[in-house]
């Protein structure tokens, strides 16, 4: 009875104003697509990232914009900045997605892309935004990465337009280590940031239009063999 009593009287899980929500699941339409997704409000408008993993179609990053009104929750793709179809495969942007909040923290409803003649179905539960997870869409603190923002207040990365981050490991010596891929733009060069958390060590790789990558580190030191390799294969994704 009284598990049963907690249970009926469990606060709704909601998306609140200034505040970011993730949520993984699945989409089913053209493929089955592991999604992971991550929204923040600012007032009635959200925006955020879908990083999807399709089991046949690829991989693609999205930039989302939208509204919420109550628990309905509109979006459409404003970008598609990371996209790597299998053979044979293409993507398309979204034009709406078309969702439902659930009181359990779910989303679900449904999107359609009428370039890709694709209509799938959203099933995702609201998850921990782990450190790993995507943020898009501009400096705005509240969309930078937790650790990502801890050296930005340190003064150790100045940030113009990032539209991608994301959390993965480094051979450091006979160690890993956690670093942060992050994708900033400026005045038309792409900058390629690693970003060490533990001690906010900041190696860049900056692509300009026509040239090749130029490495770029921090003030006293040098570009370890690990860094220069990792920028290399992140910057060839794109």
Known sequence: MWLATLALTAPAQTL??????????????NDVVDARVRLCRRGSALDGGFDWTGRASG??????????????????????????PSD??????????????????????NYVSAACRDRATVTLERA???????????????????EVQACRDRGALWLSDPDYYERTEIRAGAAWVPVWQVLDRHEGRSGYLLVYPESCRVVVGVVEPGAP?????????VVTSEEEAMLRRWSSRW
């Open 16 to 29: 609140d104003d200034g505040a970011c929500a993730c949520f993984r699941g699945q989409t089913r339409g």
């Open 59 to 84: 991989r693609s990053f999205r930039v989302l914009e939208g509204s919420v009104d109550g628990s309905a929750i509109t979006l459409r793709d404003a970008a598609v900045p990371v996209s790597t």
């Open 88 to 109: 044979g495969w293409r993507f398309c942007a979204i034009d709406a997605y078309t969702l439902t909040l659930g009181a359990d923290g779910s989303l679900t409803g």
């Open 128 to 146: 921990d935004c782990a450190a790993g997870e995507v943020a898009v869409k501009g400096p705005r603190r509240e969309l930078v990465p937790d």
């Open 213 to 221: 990558l130029s490495l770029v580190p921090p003030p006293g030191s």
